[in-house]
């Protein structure tokens, strides 16, 4: 029998913990991150946004694109009015105020996930289910550091994204083979071990980013060991084609 598509269901934080301003970690390898195969992404911003021109977004978006085209995942160039079983999209929602008579805008940033999920295995009833990825809190930041903000925390958000679906993915080769059965299980984190390696360096990165960090950085401490690059100096961090992070300034 065909599956039918119920209901939309409003956002929701599914399988993730909040963390510091706001922040969602992605804690488990959930059944969202599964048989991911085509990964649709926008970006919603304010149109009337005259600080940033249109380039700015456009290359914003091909940055992220780049993340996730890193991961071996295929980049759909176009939105589809129904969203099959492997599409994903990935919404960066921006939002922005200026503050009267200071060079200081007011903003906040969130990622959506949007996928289709079952109820239940052999079930006929298909959710549309929203999932937010993170969230960059309200934050008062001048003009002259706001680009900065945008792609450091969007980046975060798509880091956060990719930890599930490899962490899915993992999960899934392991048990190639068995059926009707999807296994959400903790995600290996930020362990004792890996506090202890991030801490043998001066700066750390994760290599699917474009930014570094001070082993300290609340960002630091989501990087999965796997992905992991230490630096022993600023310079060569920035030599690598990292950036600092706008959030702990290394």
Known sequence: MKAKIVLLLPAVVFMMNCGPGGAATVTQAGPHFANIDAVYLAIDYPKNAAVLKESYWDDAKTQLEQKLKKANLNISS???ANLSKTDVRLIVRVELLKVPDVNLFAIRVETVMARQMLLATGSDQIFIVPLSLGQYGIRFVSGSDLPGVIEDAASQHIDYFLRGYEAMKSLQEKKRGETDQLV???ARSATAPQQTQVAE???VASK???VFHKPDCRWAKNISPKNLVGYSTRDEAIEAGKRPC?????
């Open 78 to 80: 176009a939105a589809k």
């Open 201 to 203: 360096y001066a700066y």
């Open 246 to 250: 706008k959030w702990c300034k290394p």
């Open 184 to 186: 959400a299980e903790p």
């Open 208 to 210: 699917n980013s474009d």
